[in-house]
Nanobody
Framework: QVQFVESGGGLVQPGGSLRLSCTAS????????MGWYRQAPGKQRELAAR???????NYADFVKGRFTISRVNNNNTVNLQMNSLEPEDTAVYYC???????????????WGQGTQVTVSS
């Protein structure tokens, strides 16, 4: 299975910045995409940003120009630098990794436990 260590959430004022970090470990064969989804109260979970090997990134329209995703440590750590945060960015942010457990298994998404980001004055 795939385990995650997430960090970096918290409370920040509008216009401020936070940096989320997530490291995947465990018994898996290969990790493909990694990224971050978010879920605000009463809303569906939505993709914020993802990054594949060799580092091609995709962003949701609502974070373009404000968030930057990067991948380090043999490609098993993903970071999300969040700048110019707005109250609408308040949500639980979930790290995910698309991975295979063996060389012959299908890839599927594995999820972290989530970290709370609150943007408020």
């Amino acid at each position: 299975q795939v385990q995650f260590v997430e960090s970096g959430g918290g409370l920040v004022q509008p216009g401020g910045s936070l940096r989320l970090s997530c490291t995947a470990s465990g018994r898996f064969f290969r990790i493909y995409d990694m990224g971050w989804y978010r879920q605000a109260p009463g809303k569906q979970r939505e993709l914020a940003a993802r990054i594949a090997i060799p580092g091609v990134a995709n962003y949701a329209d609502f974070v373009k120009g404000r968030f930057t995703i990067s991948r380090v440590n043999n490609n098993n750590t993903v970071n999300l630098q969040m700048n110019s945060l707005e109250p609408e960015d308040t949500a639980v942010y979930y790290c995910y990794a698309m991975a295979t457990l063996t060389s012959y298994s299908n890839a599927r998404n594995y999820w972290g436990q989530g970290t709370q980001v609150t943007v408020s004055s």
